[in-house]
């Protein structure tokens, strides 16, 4: 079984900064994206943004040139640093992934962390 650990949420001032790691564990034969989602009260789960296996990214419009999603292959680690932090990011922000194991299709999410921006 694959499990996601989510770590680095909190609470930040607006324009601060926040970097979100998640490590994925378990019997993972190849992973095609990683990436973050999040969840805001009363809102949908939206992308964040996402990482594929060769680099490729892939980030909702709402945070382009602030946020940045990078990925270390070897550790199936993926981490998420944002930057310019607004109170709009307030959200639960999940990790997810989706690849194969020995027995089948991945699709595991995390359990989510809370990013918190308030002055």
């Known amino acids: 079984q694959v499990q996601l650990v989510e770590s680095g949420g909190g609470l930040v001032q607006p324009g601060g900064s926040l970097r979100l790691s998640c490590a994925a564990s378990?019997?993972?034969?190849?992973?095609?994206?990683m990436g973050w989602y999040r969840q805001a009260p009363g809102k949908q789960r939206e992308l964040v943004g996402v990482i594929t296996s060769g680099g490729t990214t892939n980030y909702a419009d709402s945070v382009k040139g602030r946020f940045t999603v990078s990925r270390d292959n070897a550790k199936n680690t993926v981490y998420l640093q944002m930057n310019s932090l607004k109170p709009e990011d307030t959200a639960v922000y999940y990790c997810h992934l989706r690849g194969r194991s020995d027995v089948g299709d991945l699709d595991p999410w995390g359990q989510g962390t809370q990013v918190t921006v308030s002055s």
């Open positions: 378990g019997t993972i034969f190849s992973i095609y994206f």
